[in-house]
């Protein structure tokens, strides 16, 4: 069984670029959820895919935007970046949306400058 | 509105010493109760799940406890490598959102 897997690990982008970050959740897992964790804070979600549907979102703006994938796999795109993006983005999957254990993996550090 | 608060925000503890973590929530009706462990610069780590009030769970030297208003975990003689972050999360019985407190920052001393 594998763990959740982010790429890359750190990203360096000026403001007003597009990001993509990915994720790969652990095996068997249909359901990933994204956050987002400012220095000092605890993370926030960003929005959770469910069989490659949108199935809850939190308090970001639609330049804030995912997909995922039949292979498990997916991405966080975030548009016109701020500098208030940068941030710890980490990606969590589970088994299903009602399953209360989520794994997360190791995070993707994104600095905008 | 639903949330999560943690205190301490920092906690040093000299190795041995055992102390207690609070997590402190408001929801409207709680699916469960979760402590995770982070590392610096890392991914949080999965701990515990916690249900009803009332309900325990341990592992190693950490223990986690539920009441309807807040959580605790304690910490029985700990170990520099128990350093760590350790966050605390609900889940509502409506939606999936899960809500996190900020951490508290735990420094075991040798």
């Known amino acids: 069984e594998t763990g959740v897997t982010q790429s890359p690990t750190h990203l360096i982008k000026t403001r007003g670029q597009q990001v993509t970050l990915r994720c790969s959740s652990q095996?068997?897992?249909?359901?990933v959820s994204w956050y987002q964790q400012a220095l000092g804070q605890g993370p926030q979600f960003i929005f959770q895919?469910?069989?490659?549907?949108?199935?809850g979102r939190g308090n970001f703006p639609p330049r804030f935007s995912g997909l995922q994938f039949p292979n498990y796999s997916s991405e966080l795109n975030v548009n016109a970046l701020e500098l208030d993006d940068s941030a710890l983005y980490l990606c969590a999957s589970s088994s299903g949306p009602e399953d209360d254990t989520q794994y997360f993996g190791p995070g993707t550090r994104l600095t905008v400058l | 509105e639903d949330q999560v608060t943690q205190s301490p925000e920092a906690l040093r503890l000299q190795e041995g010493e055992s102390s207690s973590l609070n997590c402190s929530y408001t929801?409207?009706?709680?699916?469960?109760l979760f402590w995770y462990r982070q590392d610096p610069g890392k991914g949080p780590e999965f701990l515990f799940t916690?249900?009803?009030a009332g309900e325990e769970k341990e592992k190693e030297r950490l223990k986690a406890t539920l009441t309807k208003k807040e959580s605790f975990l304690h910490i029985t003689a700990p170990k520099p490598e128990d350093s760590a972050t350790y966050l605390c999360a609900v889940q509502a019985r409506t939606g999936n959102q899960f809500y996190f407190g900020t951490g508290t920052s735990l420094t075991v001393i040798p």
């Open positions: 895919y469910y069989r490659e549907e949108e199935n």
């Open positions: 095996s068997g897992h249909n359901t």
């Open positions: 916690l249900y009803s």
């Open positions: 929801v409207s009706g709680l699916r469960g």
